[in-house]
């Protein structure tokens, strides 16, 4: 078992909210509702027994507040994020 890194977000409110996982790629998202941010890692690096691997990165784009759900579509590599603050759907991928 492991906890969500504390580099994931803005540093002060590190909430996620939900995941989403892209398994062709094995890559996880986890939205934050806290900096509207959506975090990945690397299933292939960050998994049990190798948590020291467990590296988060912010993907560039920025929602559009209160990141809830996340969910991924595997055809189109396109991942879609629902937005409580605005009622909006953010999307990001390939």
């Known amino acids: 078992m492991g906890a969500f890194p504390s580099t994931a977000g803005n540093g002060d409110n590190i909430l996620g909210r939900s995941i989403a996982i892209d398994q062709d790629k094995d890559i996880v998202y986890i939205s934050n509702i806290a ?3 959506v975090a ?3 299933a292939t690096a960050c998994r049990v027994g ?3 691997a467990c590296h988060v990165k912010i993907v560039k784009e920025r929602m559009g507040g209160f990141s809830v759900m ?3 579509d595997p055809l189109t590599q396109t991942v879609y994020v ?3 603050t ?3 759907v953010s999307l990001f991928g390939k």
């Open 35 to 37: 900096d509207s941010d």
């Open 40 to 42: 990945t890692l690397d």
């Open 50 to 52: 190798h948590l020291d």
């Open 70 to 72: 996340a969910t991924v």
């Open 82 to 84: 629902a937005n409580d």
């Open 86 to 88: 605005d009622g909006t």
